[in-house]
């Protein structure tokens, strides 16, 4: 019995686990009302706390677990212990990290959906509809492509990574003081570069946010023309915003208001992406044909960063690698509340259709008509009415 003292353990941390994910389940609207808010200040003082250095603790603290299990495990083989016992207490730590995580930031996931906060309304929309919203971005995208700082071959050559994490909090600054959002209005500490970068990018991996350290990460490899939408994605991860694709949603925003031309082609040039790649593999002859339509309007220059973009990934990336890091990626996703696991990254798409049909196609529509004034006589047909007076 003694010997299981571990699992034993390892099991009441995860029935503690298991009854906070239950509670966030049944009781979302209170958890919507109460806990984002108060997450959000507490992620804000770890922020600050962990900006005091420039390296990740969350990294520095797995190395040291890495290193007492290693440790620990040598020692009970050459003094010929119980390894089983051992594994147990392994199995406890992790179940006892995985709990802080859930208490400190994982119920975000059953809060409400960043839609709701913003008060828009996200409806099912039709293929011609997402067409219109795609060459929507793409023009938009096209026209910062040609504003942003390039090298002799072409390249966008954004600014340096510290100071694309510096300008990331005015976009959401702006969201929140000057748009009344405010869902908002988190930490803006700047975010830090992901260590060990080369294994992130093996895996796909673009960015990473700690809710125990209150650290939000990014990989600083990735494309010049990624970085600020990502900086913007992760920094909202850190404002108690979970789900993959209300934290996409929240980086478009964003970027897209902040004053830097980077951070705003950035933003535009994503959500073409995302919009892109739902048209292109949608299965409607209708579709194909706009997704051509489409694709033959992309400037030269934006041409040039979707293929610097693409080819980065796929020269870079381990397909094992990448495939174990999904694998684990989807199961935590699904494992806290998001049922679309990685899937939820694309359904971003959703609200920027709904956010072009809102902010870009209804204001086109409306018409500004005169107040109609019954007092003057020259907006009102007198004719046949008996002792009118008319002109």
Same mark, same amino acid.
């Given at each position: 019995?003694?010997?299981?003292?571990?699992?034993?353990?390892?099991?009441?941390?995860?029935?503690?686990?298991?009854?906070?994910?239950?509670?966030?389940?049944?009781?979302?609207?209170?958890?919507?009302?109460?806990?984002?808010?108060?997450?959000?200040?507490?992620?804000?003082?770890?922020?600050?706390?962990?900006?005091?250095?420039?390296?990740?603790?969350?990294?520095?603290?797995?190395?040291?677990?890495?290193?007492?299990?290693?440790?620990?495990?040598?020692?009970?083989?050459?003094?010929?212990?119980?390894?089983?016992?051992?594994?147990?207490?392994?199995?406890?730590?992790?179940?006892?990290?995985?709990?802080?995580?859930?208490?400190?930031?994982?119920?975000?996931?059953?809060?409400?959906?960043?839609?709701?906060?913003?008060?828009?309304?996200?409806?099912?929309?039709?293929?011609?509809?997402?067409?219109?919203?795609?060459?929507?971005?793409?023009?938009?995208?096209?026209?910062?492509?040609?504003?942003?700082?390039?090298?002799?071959?072409?390249?966008?050559?954004?600014?340096?990574?510290?100071?694309?994490?510096?300008?990331?909090?005015?976009?959401?600054?702006?969201?929140?003081?000057?748009?009344?959002?405010?869902?908002?209005?988190?930490?803006?500490?700047?975010?830090?570069?992901?260590?060990?970068?080369?294994?992130?990018?093996?895996?796909?991996?673009?960015?990473?946010?700690?809710?125990?350290?209150?650290?939000?990460?990014?990989?600083?490899?990735?494309?010049?023309?990624?970085?600020?939408?990502?900086?913007?994605?992760? +920094? %909202?991860? *850190?404002? /108690?915003?979970?789900?993959?694709?209300? @934290? #996409?949603?929240?980086?478009?925003? $964003? !970027?897209?208001?902040?004053?830097?031309?980077?951070?705003?082609?950035?933003?535009?040039? +994503? %959500?073409? *992406?995302? /919009?892109?790649?739902?048209?292109?593999? @949608? #299965?409607?002859?209708?579709?194909? $044909? !706009?997704?051509?339509?489409?694709?033959?309007?992309?400037?030269?220059?934006?041409?040039?960063?979707?293929?610097?973009?693409?080819?980065?990934?796929?020269?870079?990336?381990?397909?094992?690698?990448?495939?174990? !890091?999904?694998?684990?990626?989807?199961?935590?996703?699904?494992?806290?509340?998001?049922?679309?696991?990685?899937?939820?990254?694309?359904?971003?798409?959703?609200?920027?259709?709904?956010?072009?049909?809102?902010?870009?196609?209804?204001?086109?529509?409306?018409?500004?008509?005169?107040?109609?004034?019954?007092?003057?006589?020259?907006?009102?047909?007198?004719?046949?009415?008996?002792?009118?007076?008319?002109?």
């Amino acid at each position: 019995m003694k010997y299981l003292w571990g699992y034993l353990t390892a099991g009441i941390f995860g029935a503690i686990t298991w009854v906070l994910m239950q509670f966030g389940q049944r009781f979302s609207t209170l958890v919507d009302m109460v806990y984002p808010y108060v997450v959000r200040n507490f992620q804000g003082i770890l922020a600050q706390w962990s900006g005091g250095v420039d390296f990740l603790l969350w990294q520095v603290l797995a190395v040291a677990l890495g290193v007492v299990a290693l440790a620990t495990l040598v020692t009970v083989i050459v003094l010929r212990r119980n390894v089983i016992s051992w594994a147990g207490w392994m199995l406890a730590i992790v179940s006892f990290v995985y709990m802080i995580h859930t208490a400190m930031f994982g119920l975000n996931y059953y809060a409400g959906s960043l839609s709701d906060d913003l008060r828009m309304e996200v409806s099912r929309y039709t293929v011609s509809e997402l067409a219109e919203a795609t060459e929507y971005y793409r023009d938009r995208a096209n026209e910062l492509a040609a504003r942003v700082n390039r090298d002799g071959s072409g390249v966008a050559s954004f600014s340096s990574f510290q100071e694309l994490a510096r300008q990331a909090g005015d976009g959401f600054h702006t969201l929140t003081y000057e748009y009344y959002y405010p869902v908002f209005a988190g930490s803006t500490e700047p975010v830090k570069a992901l260590g060990w970068a080369d294994m992130y990018t093996s895996m796909g991996i673009t960015g990473f946010t700690c809710g125990i350290t209150g650290e939000a990460a990014v990989n600083p490899q990735i494309p010049d023309v990624a970085l600020p939408f990502t900086i913007c994605h992760e +920094m %909202a991860h *850190r404002m /108690c915003i979970a789900p993959e694709r209300d @934290a #996409n949603f929240a980086a478009f925003l $964003a !970027a897209s208001v902040n004053d830097s031309v980077e951070f705003q082609y950035s933003a535009y040039f +994503m %959500a073409f *992406r995302y /919009c892109y790649n739902v048209l292109a593999t @949608a #299965n409607s002859t209708e579709a194909a $044909a !706009a997704a051509g339509r489409v694709s033959s309007g992309i400037s030269d220059q934006m041409r040039r960063d979707i293929q610097d973009y693409d080819s980065f990934f796929s020269s870079k990336k381990d397909d094992t690698a990448t495939r174990v !890091a999904d694998t684990v990626n989807d199961t935590y996703l699904k494992a806290s509340g998001d049922s679309a696991g990685i899937q939820s990254y694309g359904q971003v798409c959703d609200l920027l259709v709904n956010w072009h049909i809102d902010q870009v196609v209804l204001p086109e529509l409306t018409v500004n008509v005169e107040p109609f004034d019954p007092y003057d006589e020259s907006k009102v047909d007198l004719t046949g009415i008996v002792n009118a007076r008319t002109q």
